[in-house]
């Protein structure tokens, strides 16, 4: 089953939805594409990849995943992956990759994962700032 890639803004978020397999082939082009054209288009809070309907990863998948995240660090913009199916699991944990690319249940933990994060940033700069001051 090949690639199939959904893109959708939701407020702060751009979410991309993928169904089929996640491996080397010419739709795997299109998923960089996509994130692209997503972040050129705004700055999003996020990237949310939803990936529950992966059905099978292999190295050049995952490599993708690698370069979405530098596309992400470049526009500083969050990565998460959700719905993230064992097979996919287990190799990001293999590899270490699960530390790097952070994973939620669903969409909306993914949100609220965003959320979270910014609300920590906020208030580390508010400590930082007090302790300058």
Same mark, same amino acid.
């Given at each position: 089953?090949?690639?199939?890639?959904?893109?959708?803004?939701? +407020?702060?978020?751009?979410?991309? %939805?993928? *169904?089929?397999? @996640? %491996?080397?082939? !010419?739709? @795997?082009?299109?998923?960089?594409?996509?994130?692209?054209?997503?972040?050129?288009?705004?700055t999003p809070d996020a990237l949310i990849v939803e990936v529950g309907g992966?059905?099978? *990863?292999?190295?050049?998948?995952?490599?993708?995943?690698?370069? @979405?995240?530098?596309? &992400? $660090?470049?526009?500083? &913009? $969050? @990565?998460?992956?959700?719905?993230? !199916?064992?097979?996919?699991?287990? $190799?990001?944990?293999l590899t270490r990759l699960d530390a790097l690319l952070p994973s939620a249940?669903? *969409?909306? #933990? #993914?949100? +609220? $994962?965003?959320?979270?994060?910014?609300?920590?940033?906020?208030?580390?700069?508010? *400590?930082?700032?007090?302790?300058e001051s």
């Amino acid at each position: 089953m090949p690639l199939s890639i959904t893109s959708r803004p939701d +407020r702060n978020f751009y979410i991309l %939805t993928l *169904t089929g397999q @996640l %491996t080397l082939g !010419p739709n @795997l082009k299109s998923l960089q594409q996509l994130a692209r054209t997503a972040l050129e288009s705004g700055t999003p809070d996020a990237l949310i990849v939803e990936v529950g309907g992966v059905k099978y *990863t292999d190295s050049a998948g995952l490599g993708e995943l690698t370069i @979405l995240y530098s596309l &992400c $660090m470049r526009k500083q &913009c $969050m @990565l998460i992956l959700a719905g993230v !199916p064992n097979q996919l699991r287990q $190799m990001l944990e293999l590899t270490r990759l699960d530390a790097l690319l952070p994973s939620a249940s669903d *969409t909306e #933990a #993914a949100k +609220r $994962m965003v959320k979270s994060h910014a609300q920590k940033q906020k208030n580390l700069e508010e *400590t930082r700032d007090s302790d300058e001051s």
